[in-house]
């Protein structure tokens, strides 16, 4: 079975220039989520989606971030414009959604590098 | 401010020692899970524990939830070099998904 798909795996950027990276969850998952991880803050909760629809987007750090999730098979997260504190790994996540305390399953990330 | 803590923050140990990693929080969490991530890779998760003072075994593995359900720790029995990674502890503090947290992670180093 497919897990959680991203893509791009590395994106070195300049400055200013938008990012978009993009996921595909588990088919029949209803939680979709999108973490940040960098050495100094760790995992880092930015959005998540319950069956398409932005539940809490109070992680995302400022209004240069946004998050798309058009279908149940599909989620973008934009950078514009990028800057270099950005530079960390994405992580997509999807989960059954039971509870809380259900199964996140990751997929294996977006490193992205902003100069 | 961190609300979970672990500890150690890096552990190198010699294959067949044992080990402890701790995960420790002054909030009470309603379950909390430990997820290990090796490099280049997203988090897998290893268990959850659910009720105060419950230990679950995963092979070499023993997980424990502190009676009050604010830490917890994860014991490894005669580590192997594929223990290697970074092991994670995440808390729920309620029922929405933005209650769950991560700690910072252990870094766990086994060498042959």
């Known amino acids: 079975d497919a897990g959680v798909i991203q893509s791009p795996r590395h994106e070195v950027t300049e400055m200013g220039q938008e990012v978009t990276l993009r996921c595909k969850p588990i088919?029949?998952?209803?939680?979709l989520f999108w973490y940040r991880q960098t050495m100094m803050r760790g995992l880092e909760l930015l959005i998540y989606?319950?069956?398409?629809?932005?539940?809490?987007d109070s992680g995302m750090p400022e209004d240069r971030f946004s998050a798309k999730m058009p279908n149940a098979s599909f989620s973008t997260l934009k950078i514009q414009p990028s800057e270099p504190r950005d530079s960390a790994v994405y992580f997509c996540?999807?989960?059954?959604?039971?509870?809380?305390?259900?199964?996140?399953?990751f997929g294996e990330g977006s490193r992205l590098t902003v100069l | 401010t961190q609300l979970l803590e672990q500890s150690p923050q890096f552990l190198s140990i010699q294959e067949g020692e044992n080990l402890t990693v701790y995960c420790n929080s002054s909030?009470?969490?309603?379950?909390l899970q430990w997820y290990r991530q090796e490099p280049g890779e997203g988090p897998v998760l290893l268990v959850t524990?659910?009720?105060?003072?419950e230990v679950k075994k995963l092979k070499r593995l023993t997980f424990q939830f502190g009676d009050a359900r604010k830490d917890s720790s994860l014991h490894i029995t005669a580590a192997q070099t594929g223990d290697t990674g970074l092991y994670l502890c995440?808390?729920?503090?309620?029922?929405?998904?933005?209650?769950?947290?991560f700690g910072p992670g252990t870094s766990l180093s086994v060498i042959p």
């Open positions: 524990v659910v009720t105060g003072g």
């Open positions: 909030s009470v969490f309603s379950s």
């Open positions: 989606f319950n069956n398409n629809v932005p539940i809490d």
């Open positions: 996540a999807s989960s059954p959604g039971t509870s809380t305390s259900g199964e996140l399953f």
């Open positions: 995440a808390g729920a503090r309620g029922t929405s998904y933005d209650k769950v947290i």
């Open positions: 088919s029949g998952h209803d939680y």
